[in-house]
């Protein structure tokens, strides 16, 4: 069982900042894809980035070169540096562990943090 615990949302103007930060307790995280998704009012869930176990990573075309995941698997945390945020970043962003393993998909979500861009 993995808990995710999100932190790091708050509003900041367009053209700002922000770190998120998503911290797992329970065992083997770093045999865990990390991602980060988020979902806006009245749309679907996206994903935006994600970070898998040997470090690659990819990103939603709207986000590339304007945010970066990281991990640290020492601290069980995985990162989403947000540069450049646009009010079309605005959403709450969620925080996904995923690993198949022995034929078992384990999949689990953190409570969302919401990031509002505005001026």
């Known amino acids: 069982q993995v808990q995710l615990v999100e932190s790091g949302g708050g509003l900041v103007q367009p053209g700002g900042s922000l770190r998120l930060s998503c911290a797992a307790s329970?065992?083997?995280?770093?045999?865990?894809?990390m991602g980060w998704y988020r979902q806006a009012p009245g749309k679907q869930r996206e994903l935006v980035a994600r970070?898998?176990?040997?470090?690659?990573?990819n990103y939603v075309d709207s986000v590339k070169g304007r945010f970066t995941i990281s991990r640290d698997n020492a601290k069980n945390t995985v990162y989403l540096q947000m540069n450049s945020l646009k009010p079309e970043d605005t959403a709450v962003y969620y925080c996904?562990?995923?690993?198949?393993?022995?034929?078992?998909?384990?999949?689990?979500w953190g409570q969302g943090t919401q990031v509002t861009v505005s001026s």
């Open positions: 329970g065992s083997f995280f770093s045999m865990y894809t």
């Open positions: 996904n562990a995923y690993r198949l393993a022995w034929g078992t998909e384990n999949n689990y």
């Open positions: 970070i898998i176990t040997g470090g690659s990573t």
